[in-house]
């Protein structure tokens, strides 16, 4: 079994890695524009063969130090180059570079090519030839902080070239963005319950065209006749006749019981041409229906009462000009809510504020890459004409007031966020007493927010049903207030019971979102458990771990999921090791790590005990973080008490630090006193509770204490928390 890598645009990395499972592969994790997997050779074929969303399928090689050109020389040497390309075959470099001394990418594949044709002519005087269009071998190389990771593109071409596109359009979609397009809008069980497929401006015809061959059960790679592996010494021939043999036999079976149900227009008569002709090469052109149209005239099929409306409207940086074009888009949301009752739509808008000019609610809203251009997949349900929203009830007094004291915040709040380019922070925190709960936003930088309510616990005066109105109440004027949809409020909620006021069952959802910390993308669970797995109190706690881990080596106990080491490996840790008794944090844990591209034996796991570990592990480390939970009484380790063991956990911290090293040491007990007496005859201790308190947490200045410790002997260095520099 091997480890490979597909890259696909961002935003597609989730649903790759679903199909990557469906095809066969295992051990699958997304990373940032891309998917981990491992597999046997044949998993590698049916990801080239039938993946609709990667765009390449690397197999990596080897990785190495490359500082220089020398060094990247001699990695490229240590690789024995004739296991994968003949003497008399060709071969072609792509090199990327990122954060590396070697800043330019020619340069490094040129550094490249000469180490593999020095190796052949060292050998036998021969040497192989470059073909940058189609050759035997293409070697990918990526470059990131002076690392270099060399890997063979088995599929030679980006893989959204299916090898039908006879003529493309003036502004073209990439045929797998179009696959993630009809995947998310849920194409292929609208077919399968007979939908059909529309699209009022089809251009060329890449959305029918890979929604007709999706729902014939068709490889989207049939048409290719190159492959990156069909010239590598390492090709499995009949393998690969087997593997095609197979998606054949499926294609036909599928297209001879497909439906006529593809229709399309566009208002260029040459693009209904253009979709015309490659439609007949992808070999579906006999069940579309293609005409020139205005799209704002389009109707439904005669005889077809539900279906999909999909289309990629242009966005003024395409086509139109941009202050035209949210005219076209509220003219196409009042088109189809008047004409489509009881369709989907899904259309591909330019950004959020062409999205907000639609004159329709998004029941969900994804951010996709066309290229390097940031886009909106808006998905609408078109309701019938008589199921118009119910009038929403006004709010009552205390709802009002607690809707002015959010948009007071939101105010508040505002310049400061956006100036620092915070996503993750608190809105609200009980400041109306009789509104017991805490509202949090979790966004990314594409605009995209979720709000995470949790409720605090009610005075015991206050009956249970007056609590819980005034629950639904902040879920309401949350989601009008931040213009949230309910599917984007996780809402936590307490119980009484014999024991108490207590958090109540969770869902287990498996659901996870993407949101962005100090230019960091980290992952979060809003739903199935008690914390979301990033602590946004921490957050200038985070920021210092990332000021202090340059050149140092990095232990983060207790590391949940390890949001500490991507900002100490972001910040230029030698190493980082993160170590929790929990798998499933770690999972969780290595997932953030590969989002930001920290992988590889740099970025150690480690699943056990963490006094366990200190009291056996031997390394070194400059900076040691360590957040322990108030109480543990876990079955497979001893009961944890941070009051009465932080000295112990402390000192075996203290026993793996190096001379001139920091221990960051942090909580959220808040009854906690750290026993100084204990502790400052090793440790120089300082107090960084108050600054490390984050201006949208002022009401909770109690939510965690922070310390540094450094060893007694070394010179004190200058206070990274120095209050001057950090701002409340």
Request: with cysteine.
């Amino acid at each position: 079994m091997s480890a490979y890598f597909a890259t696909c645009p961002k935003g597609l990395e989730y649903l790759l890695r679903d199909e990557l499972i469906a095809l066969g592969a295992a051990d699958v994790r997304e990373a940032l524009a891309g998917v981990y997997f491992a597999g046997e050779l044949e998993t590698a074929y049916r990801a080239c063969l039938w993946s609709r969303l990667a765009s390449r399928i690397l197999l990596p090689l080897a990785e190495f130090e490359a500082a220089d050109g020398e060094a990247l020389y001699a990695g490229m040497q240590a690789i024995d180059w004739s296991m994968h390309l003949a003497s008399h075959g060709t071969f072609a470099i792509d090199a990327v570079t990122a954060q590396s001394k070697l800043t330019h990418s020619q340069f490094i594949a040129l550094r490249a090519k000469d180490a593999v044709v020095d190796q052949f002519r060292q050998r036998d005087g021969t040497r192989p030839d470059v073909d940058t269009d189609e050759p035997d071998v293409r070697i990918n190389i990526r470059l990131r902080r002076d690392r270099a990771t060399v890997s063979l593109d088995l599929a030679g071409s980006p893989l959204h070239r299916r090898g039908w596109r006879e003529v493309q359009g003036e502004a073209p979609l990439k045929e797998n963005l179009a696959a993630a397009m009809l995947l998310r809008a849920g194409w292929p069980q609208i077919y399968q319950e007979g939908g059909a497929l529309l699209d009022p401006m089809c251009g060329s015809g890449t959305l029918l065209i890979e929604g007709a061959l999706m729902a014939a059960d068709a490889a989207p790679g049939l048409r290719r006749d190159y492959f990156g592996f069909l010239g590598w010494q390492g090709h499995d021939i009949a393998l690969w006749r087997r593997l095609l043999d197979e998606a054949r036999e499926r294609a036909e079976r599928g297209l001879r019981a497909l439906r006529s149900d593809f229709f399309g227009s566009d208002a260029d008569a040459r693009m209904v041409q253009t979709a015309k002709r490659n439609a007949q090469e992808a070999g579906v052109a006999g069940f579309f229906t293609l005409d020139r149209q205005d799209a704002l005239h389009v109707t439904p099929p005669p005889g077809i009462a539900r279906g999909l409306v999909i289309t990629n409207p242009p966005y003024g940086e395409r086509l139109g000009e941009r202050e035209q074009m949210p005219v076209l888009y509220r003219a196409l949301g009042e088109a189809l809510r008047a004409r489509f009752t009881g369709w989907r739509a899904a259309v591909l808008a330019g950004d959020v504020e062409l999205g907000r000019a639609m004159p329709l609610r998004a029941e969900k809203r994804y951010v996709l890459f066309n290229g390097a251009l940031e886009t909106t997949l808006l998905l609408f349900e078109l309701h019938a004409r008589d199921q118009t929203p119910r009038e929403a009830k006004p709010l009552s007094p205390g709802a009002q007031m607690l809707s002015n004291r959010l948009e007071k915040n939101l105010r508040h709040l505002r310049k400061r966020l956006d100036r620092e380019g915070i996503y993750c922070w608190r809105a609200y925190d009980q400041d109306l007493p009789e509104y017991a709960a805490a509202i949090d936003v979790y966004g990314d930088a594409a605009g995209s927010i979720w709000l995470h309510v949790q409720e605090y616990r009610a005075p015991a005066d206050i009956p249970v049903e007056t609590a819980r109105q005034r629950l639904r109440e902040i879920v309401r004027v949350a989601g009008e207030v931040f213009a949230v949809p309910r599917d984007r409020i996780a809402l936590k909620t307490r119980e009484r019971g014999k024991g108490g006021s207590k958090y109540g069952q969770f869902d287990q959802r498996g659901q996870f979102v993407e949101v962005d910390e100090g230019g960091l993308k980290f992952l979060v669970n809003l739903t199935d458990y008690l914390d979301t797995g990033l602590f946004i109190d921490h957050r200038w706690v985070r920021g210092r771990i990332g000021e202090l881990a340059k050149d140092r080596r990095f232990l983060n106990l207790f590391a949940y999921t390890a949001t500490a080491s991507v900002y100490a490996a972001a910040g230029g840790a030698r190493d980082t090791t993160s170590v929790d008794l929990s798998g499933t944090y770690l999972e969780w844990a290595s997932r953030n790590l590969a989002l930001n591209g920290f992988t590889g034996a740099r970025h150690r796991l480690v699943q056990a005990d963490s006094l366990e570990f200190l009291k056996h592990d031997r390394e070194r480390y400059g900076l040691i973080y360590v957040d322990p939970p108030t109480f543990s009484n876990s079955k497979r380790a001893d009961d944890f008490d941070v009051q009465r063991d932080h000295t112990r956990l402390l000192e075996a911290c203290g026993d793996r630090l190096s001379h001139d090293g920091v221990i960051v040491f942090s909580n959220n007990f808040r009854r906690f006193k750290l026993d100084r007496d204990a502790l400052q005859e090793r440790f120089v201790i300082e107090d960084v509770s108050a600054p490390s308190i984050p201006f949208d947490f002022a009401r909770r200045a109690d939510i965690h204490g922070c310390w540094l410790l450094r060893p007694r002997q070394a010179d004190a260095p200058v206070n990274p928390w120095d209050s001057a520099r950090i701002k409340k």
